[in-house]
């Protein structure tokens, strides 16, 4: 499949689309569609669980902790966007899952995806480093926040669960094999990655200042994470990454907050 002329290399980006790939409407209608799978079935979730917690005054211990319940509106947030995209984006790239890198990965796909996580923790770290010396802020990402006010061991395995499967799985399907994807069909691959990095960036900001110390740091993981799918062409390459580079940070945070 990868030898296929869909597949071939471009002087722009990783690979040439068919003509018909990404059409820019049909994008701005799919972009619409992951906004609502993304904030519907939370709203929802969350109104059903104002609708309990206000039922259940007189039994306090059955009312969950606003950390937990923020957990569980992610899932039901992750969930059907996966679905949602794994049934459009054929469609919108006029070619296969597999040819999207949706395919059991190789040898080389899996240390492309070890290789791509030590790359991208050296430049998260180094990038957060740079931005704690010049803003003298010790900003942490809403996750990091969040498990902070995890106190049960149901609470943390539903964390674990989301920061180290879930997450991974349903923000690599979104912005690289989506966005970066769309992106490669109309501007070079540097622009490309810059781009839907940004936009991975901004995804993570937790407000109160945190643009330049949490954003930026995760926007240039994107990039990295960017040009480990133009390597590999293979979703589960990122999703090693990802996932790598999320279980490290939570351990070590598990580690430090413990000590």
Not at 25 to 37: D, E, I, K, P, R
Not at 52 to 65: K, T
Not at 126 to 152: F, N, P, W, Y
């Amino acid at each position: 499949m990868r030898n296929n002329s869909t597949w071939a290399p471009s002087a722009l980006s990783p690979i040439h689309w068919p003509k018909a790939a990404w059409n820019p409407w049909l994008v701005l209608a799919t972009v619409a569609g992951v906004l609502l799978c993304m904030f519907v079935p939370a709203v929802v979730y969350v109104v059903i669980y104002d609708i309990i917690r206000d039922g259940a005054q007189a039994h306090p211990h059955v009312v969950m902790p606003p950390p937990f319940q923020l957990l569980l509106a992610q899932i039901v947030t992750y969930v059907p966007l996966v679905a949602f995209l794994a049934v459009v984006l054929p469609m919108l790239s006029r070619v296969s899952l597999s040819e999207l890198g949706i395919r059991p990965p190789t040898t080389r796909d899996v240390v492309v995806g070890l290789v791509g996580t030590v790359a991208m923790w050296l430049t998260v770290v180094i990038a957060g480093a740079v931005a704690t010396s010049l803003t003298h802020r010790h900003d942490t990402e809403q996750a990091v926040a969040m498990l902070k006010g995890l106190k049960t061991p149901l609470s943390i395995a539903t964390f674990f669960l989301v920061a180290i499967v879930l997450a991974p799985i349903a923000e690599e399907l979104t912005f690289r094999v989506f966005v970066f994807g769309a992106l490669t069909r109309y501007f070079p691959i540097w622009l490309s990655a810059s781009l839907s990095g940004l936009l991975f960036g901004l995804a993570h900001y937790g407000g109160k200042g945190q643009f330049i110390t949490v954003s930026i740091p995760l926007a240039l993981g994107g990039v990295v994470l960017a040009y480990v799918y133009a390597t590999s062409r293979c979703y589960w390459s990122n999703v090693i990454t990802h996932a790598t580079f999320n279980t490290i940070n939570v351990v070590a945070l598990v580690f430090f907050h413990a000590s």
